[in-house]
Nanobody, 118 residues
Framework: QVHLVESGGGLVQAGGSLKLSCAVS????????MGWYRQVPGHQRELVAI???????KYAGSVKGRFTISRDNAKNTVSLQMNSLKDDDTAVYYC????????????WGQGSQDTVTS
């Protein structure tokens, strides 16, 4: 069974930084780790930063210039460095993976609650 295991995140003051990491666990098949989404209660899950190809990335407009996505192909991990955090960044962050190979997320991490305080 495939598991995407997230680590990092937590509580930080506005203007601070957090780093999220995600790794694949328990799978005999390769999962393409796409990147990160986030969700606030009462709202739809939204894209934060993903790899659209092996080298190209896509960011939400609200995080451009503040967040950086990276990957380690040898370890099959993906990370999200979040700087200059704002209150609006408070959300549950989910690692997303693609098993089918259609570049659409179909596998999710357990979610990481990241809270930014003023």
């Amino acid at each position: 069974q495939v598991h995407l295991v997230e680590s990092g995140g937590g509580l930080v003051q506005a203007g601070g930084s957090l780093k999220l990491s995600c790794a694949v666990s328990g799978s005999a098949f390769r999962v393409n780790l796409m990147g990160w989404y986030r969700q606030v209660p009462g709202h739809q899950r939204e894209l934060v930063a993903i790899f659209t190809t092996s080298v190209t990335t896509k960011y939400a407009g609200s995080v451009k210039g503040r967040f950086t996505i990276s990957r380690d192909n040898a370890k099959n991990t993906v990370s999200l460095q979040m700087n200059s955090l704002k209150d609006d960044d408070t959300a549950v962050y989910y690692c997303a993976g693609d098993r089918v190979g259609d570049r659409s997320p179909d596998t999710w991490g357990q979610g990481s609650q990241d809270t930014v305080t003023s």
